[in-house]
């Protein structure tokens, strides 16, 4: 099992930053893939950023790639996500996924373990 805690969320004008972390427990960290993904009210959960176990490759949708960059330390057993220029659009709740593999993956049936979310609220 492992356990995955997010961190970070709040309220943050347009154009603005934030960092959320979700720090990992249970298991080698570095043998995970890690996923991040947004569920707005009464929308489907959908595919933020992934990384690979090690780091070395990243994966955006268009929808945030150039705002958004997803990183990871695994001394720290914590993954990354930092949001820059947000939008109103980009409210949502914001959760990380790990899965135990070698790939990057950008399903959410791709990841068994979720964490509980943090709320991400940009306002106009």
């Known amino acids: 099992q492992v356990q995955l805690v997010e961190s970070g969320g709040g309220l943050v004008q347009a154009g603005g930053s934030l960092r959320l972390s979700c720090a990992a427990s249970g298991r080698t960290f570095s043998n995970y893939a890690m996923g991040w993904f947004r569920q707005a009210p009464g929308k489907e959960r959908e595919f933020v950023a992934a990384i690979t176990r090690s780091g070395g490759i990243t994966y955006y949708p268009d929808s945030v790639k150039g705002r958004f960059t997803i990183s990871r330390d695994n001394a720290k057993n914590t993954v990354y996500l930092h949001m820059d220029s947000l939008k109103p659009e980009d409210t949502a709740v914001y959760y990380c996924?790990?899965?135990?593999?070698?790939?990057?993956?950008?399903?959410?049936?791709?990841?068994?373990?979720w964490g509980q979310g943090t709320q991400v609220t940009v306002s106009s």
């Open positions: 996924a790990a899965k135990s593999g070698s790939n990057f993956y950008i399903r959410t049936y791709d990841y068994p373990y």
